[in-house]
């Protein structure tokens, strides 16, 4: 399986606030996804991130909410933007190794907004 | 539009017995992959098993096999001689092929929360 590490793996944040979620994997993969797992919830797709190009967000999520880096082929970075205390999930990077495609995630980053 | 329905919300067994966890699906595609995670208390996603739609063939892994029926759209999963261990939220997932062997993005159902008493 792909060793995927997600930083940080838990915060608290302030209403109004930002916070960045690193992605690390142990490999080039080509492509990336976030995910978002409200409380009690399944996971949801926030965007896919493919190196070199901008970000495909899904239906509800926007840009200017979760920006969306992809510098290279083994690290993403998401933005939680302006964080209220419905924004509190946990967030999981996923990546798809290619020619399997199997499809791995990270521990997850929980996050608490007040 | 994909769709995976997971109709048991919650399952409580006793430790050995064995237990089956549903997984309906909806797709409009003829390729298409079908995924099982387990999400234990500590929350991250361990990845169970991988079956595209033109793979009908049921498979064991250990405690674990899972039965693909494509003419019902099921991919039920059975544990057997259930342990504490197994204890853990377990999701299904569907993704579209988007290019040959290569799956997307995953549209989850709403997962069954497993708890295996001693």
Not at chain 1, 56 to 62: A, I, K, L, R
Not at chain 2, 5 to 32: G, N
Request: charged share 15%.
């Amino acid at each position: 399986s792909a060793v995927i590490s997600q930083k940080p793996s838990r915060d608290i944040c302030q209403r109004g606030t930002s916070l960045t979620i690193q992605c690390q994997v142990d490999s080039q993969v080509t492509m990336m996804f976030w995910y978002r797992q409200q409380p009690g919830q399944s996971l949801t797709l926030i965007a896919t991130a493919n190196q070199g190009s901008e970000a495909t967000y899904e239906s509800g999520f926007v840009i200017d909410k979760f920006p969306i880096s992809r510098p290279n082929l083994t690290f993403s970075t998401l933005t939680v933007s302006n964080m209220s205390p419905e924004d509190s999930s946990i967030y999981l990077c996923s990546v798809m190794r290619q020619y399997t495609g199997e499809l791995f995630f990270g521990e997850g980053s929980r996050l608490t907004v007040l | 539009a994909q769709k995976v329905t997971q109709a048991q919300t919650e399952i409580s067994v006793v430790e050995k017995e064995d237990v089956t966890l549903d997984c309906v699906y909806e797709t409009r595609d003829t390729t298409y992959y079908l995924f099982w995670y387990k999400q234990p208390p500590s929350g991250e996603l361990v990845f169970l098993i991988r079956r595209n739609s033109f793979d009908e063939q049921n498979e064991i892994s250990g405690r674990y096999s899972w039965n693909f029926q494509k003419s019902t759209s099921s991919f039920n999963f059975t544990i057997t001689a259930s342990q504490v261990v197994d204890s853990a939220v377990y999701f299904c997932a569907l993704s579209e092929e988007v290019s040959s062997g290569s799956a997307r993005q995953l549209t989850f159902g709403s997962g069954t929360q497993l708890t295996v008493l001693p």
